[in-house]
């Protein structure tokens, strides 16, 4: 039994490979329909739309191969499944690629032991990543990467990246597929997903289908809403997409991540290769050794790491390599020995019988809740954070930098709401969303991890206007402005009542109103005040570093954290001890800009502050100011996506 995964393809798979080499009799290519995924992990339609594009292409490539073969698509969870297919199908061998993933690495630990007594013999091979995660932290010592320097060093060490394997040319049958046991249905609630269904969910009416063939599931079994992305998956589209991108040798060579244009759509400026990479469907070392032989030959100037292709890759290595270690708490604030706490406003809910968070978060203070559902519809005021944030929902994915100006915005340069809420919501609507480098972004731009200059913020009025003066990105995912005079695109909220009634729009109410009783158009007034709530964002942050706590502090753990702010932690708070913790960052700055891609410009010696890398690797007991920095920390950025202007051809 092949059991397909996060390895949507058959090029590049050195855990087909490897079932492949075993000869066998027969072969079943499976598919588990996971409730963990369909319940509990919050998906929204486009993202579920690229899933099942990419599984039908899969199954259409192996038909290819076998016209009797196909993806087996069974629908149970793997846990309960996979030992009851073992004695049905009378499986000898269980194959599957490596998951790092903190949920991932428990199913399969389940698996492995079930199929252990079933005297079924397991082969597990690494294939997501440039390198395996487990390797590159034992490489780095034993510590997470927190680094691309650390990513580096620790690559030295395990050698070249392996060379991509040819796809097979052949598959084996599939043997008999009858079912001879009790289906095992699992319980629907929670639902995480339920906003995202129109009708009921029929996933598992039928263990193998509503047809009984184990048939990719559809939309409508699922029940759920049509899908609004322009964005499709599947290994084939995958492989097109990378030969046009190779083929322009001098994009290849020259790509810089941070020179790209946010306010591109019609098309992107980046490759949007990302979700390909997620579910598998695009090989990561295919891409890399395809990139290299570009370089190799290429004789004009070339960009370099961390902003190159190449770069990309290992910034997706370095967030699974941070992630591996540290479990679920890696995706969480309490419990995370390598996440800064900051007494964020609307703060996760934590079970107190394992310490991870619930999925549901305490709502402080009304007026921060009214900020985040503002900034999760598109209706901050704010024309380049609505329009950003409508295109997320819209279609599944926003530019790098996009994603970098909407999570400053909502965390330290405006909201001061937990980085865990926009996690969520990026959980959710991304299409290309990957646990690991999610949430290490997120913890990046809200200098809680990773990154420590808090002062440099983006502005949502200059920033954009860098790549788009005009405003037609504004125009286009928020066309009630579409009329609007350039000069007030970015703040229409200054417009002259007479141009607004011209431009068909007025600046009026909170977003709840779009449009009067007489067919005018409104768009909401700013929710704050951007310049006074980015120096109250900062101010706060300057003393939760005086604090100096990191999530795994008892103190953090007990709630007992405000006994160190003089106002409880509301708001903008004073830091009691640890009164020189920030003599070692720069001196703030209130009010600047970050001048384009934050960090990546930054050298060696102006490193971040890296959580846990004190002497010894204790941090426990130590004063603030003993925590060393990582070399290198705080240089480039990653948002799971690869980009680069899009070339004319």
């Given at each position: 039994m092949y059991w397909f995964r996060t390895d949507l393809r058959l090029h590049d798979s050195p855990a087909l490979k490897a079932a492949l080499d075993l000869k066998p009799d027969c072969l079943y290519p499976v598919w588990c329909w996971d409730p963990h995924y369909v319940y509990r992990a919050r998906v929204g339609p486009n993202r579920w739309q690229y899933l099942l594009d990419c599984q039908s292409d899969l199954s259409a490539s192996i038909t290819k191969l076998n016209p009797k073969s196909k993806l087996f698509v069974a629908r149970e969870a793997p846990q309960t499944l996979l030992t009851k297919l073992f004695k049905a199908w009378n499986i000898t061998h269980l194959v599957f690629e490596k998951d790092t993933d903190a949920y991932a690495r428990e199913r399969d630990e389940n698996v492995i032991r079930q199929a252990k007594e079933a005297s079924v013999e397991v082969i597990v091979k690494m294939g997501r990543t440039l390198y395996d995660p487990d390797e590159l932290v034992k490489a780095n010592g034993g510590k997470p990467t927190m680094s691309i320097t650390q990513v580096q060093k620790a690559a030295e060490k395990l050698g070249v990246v392996a060379k991509p394997i040819p796809t097979p040319e052949s598959l084996p049958n599939p043997g008999d597929?009858?079912?001879?046991?009790?289906?095992?249905?699992?319980?629907?609630?929670?639902?995480?997903?339920?906003?995202?269904?129109?009708?009921?969910?029929?996933?598992?009416?039928?263990?193998?289908?509503?047809?009984?063939?184990?048939a990719v599931p559809t939309m409508s079994e699922l029940g759920l809403k049509r899908a609004t992305t322009q964005h499709r998956g599947g290994e084939t589209l995958a492989l097109k997409a990378l030969d046009d991108i190779i083929s322009n040798t001098k994009y290849t060579a020259t790509f810089?991540?941070?020179?790209?244009?946010?306010?591109?759509?019609?098309?992107?400026?980046?490759?949007?290769?990302?979700?390909?990479?997620?579910?598998?469907?695009?090989?990561?070392?295919?891409?890399?050794?395809?990139?290299?032989?570009?370089?190799?030959?290429?004789k004009g100037k070339q960009s370099t790491i961390p902003t190159n292709l190449i770069g990309q890759l290992l910034f997706r290595d370095m967030y699974f390599a941070a992630q591996a270690p540290l479990g679920y708490s890696f995706a969480q604030t309490v419990g995370n020995s390598h996440c800064r706490f900051i007494p964020w406003h609307l703060p996760s809910k934590v079970d107190p019988c394992n310490g991870l968070i619930t999925g549901e978060h305490h709502i402080d203070t009304p007026e921060a809740e009214t900020w985040f559902q503002r900034w999760k519809w598109g209706k901050t005021g704010f024309p380049w954070i609505d329009a950003l944030m409508r295109q997320l929902r819209q279609e599944g994915w926003i530019h790098h930098l996009g994603r970098h100006a909407v999570a400053c915005f909502l965390t330290r340069g405006g909201c001061y709401i937990d980085w865990e809420r926009g996690a969520e919501v990026f959980e959710e609507w991304l299409i290309d969303h990957e646990v690991a480098c999610n949430t290490g972004n997120w913890q990046w731009l809200s200098c809680t991890?990773?990154?420590?200059?808090?002062?440099?913020?983006?502005?949502?009025?200059?920033?954009?206007?860098?790549?788009?003066?005009?405003?037609?990105?504004?125009r286009h995912f928020c066309p009630e402005l579409k009329d609007y005079p350039d000069?007030?695109?970015?703040?229409?909220?200054?417009?002259?009542?007479?141009?607004?009634?011209?431009?068909?729009?007025?600046?009026k109410g909170d977003g709840d109103e779009t449009e009067g009783e007489g067919g005018e158009k409104?768009?909401?007034?700013?929710?704050?005040?951007?310049?006074?709530?980015?120096?109250?964002?900062?101010?706060?942050?300057?003393?939760?570093?005086?604090?100096?706590?990191?999530?795994?502090?008892?103190?953090?753990?007990?709630?007992?954290?405000?006994?160190?702010?003089?106002?409880?932690?509301?708001g903008p708070t004073e830091g009691k001890s640890a009164k020189d913790a920030t003599n070692r960052n720069k001196k703030v700055k209130s009010g600047e800009e970050a001048s384009g891609d934050m960090g990546v410009d930054q050298d060696e010696g102006e490193a971040a502050e890296v959580g846990g890398e004190t002497k010894g690797g204790d941090r426990q007991g130590k004063s603030p100011g003993k925590r060393k920095r990582g070399a290198g920390q705080g240089q480039g950025t990653l948002d799971g996506h690869f980009g680069g202007k899009k070339a004319k051809r």
């Open positions: 597929t009858a079912l001879d046991f009790d289906h095992t249905q699992p319980s629907p609630n929670p639902d995480f997903n339920d906003i995202q269904r129109d009708s009921k969910d029929k996933s598992y009416t039928n263990l193998s289908g509503p047809r009984g063939d184990f810089s991540k941070p020179e790209t244009a946010p306010t591109a759509f019609s098309p992107q400026s980046t490759t949007l290769l990302s979700p390909h990479h997620h579910f598998g469907s695009l090989s990561v070392r295919l891409f890399y050794w395809r990139v290299m032989d570009v370089l190799k030959a290429y991890a990773f990154y420590s200059q808090f002062y440099r913020c983006y502005s949502p009025i200059a920033f954009p206007k860098k790549t788009d003066a005009k405003g037609q990105f504004v000069k007030f695109i970015y703040e229409p909220w200054k417009a002259p009542i007479a141009d607004q009634k011209k431009a068909g729009c007025m600046i409104f768009y909401p007034k700013p929710m704050f005040d951007f310049n006074v709530r980015r120096t109250i964002c900062i101010d706060a942050i300057k003393n939760a570093y005086h604090v100096n706590l990191y999530g795994d502090n008892a103190k953090v753990k007990d709630g007992t954290w405000r006994d160190l702010f003089s106002d409880n932690a509301e």
